[in-house]
């Protein structure tokens, strides 16, 4: 049985969001989304990083 990786993301600018998009379209699930930008504290990080509710 192979296990999903599931991972937290810290940091949601601009290499956040390749890494994240790379890492879903790989399989893997996104737990958690760290950023000290006060604009997108609160948000759905799937918006965030432009690929739709998460």
Do not use: W
């Amino acid at each position: 049985m192979k296990e999903q990786i599931r991972f937290a993301q810290y940091g949601c600018g601009r290499m956040g969001t390749h890494t994240t998009k790379y890492a879903i379209e790989s399989g893997a699930e996104l737990v958690a989304a760290f950023d000290m930008n006060p604009a997108i504290i609160g948000k759905d990080a799937g918006e965030c990083f432009g690929i739709g509710k998460l």
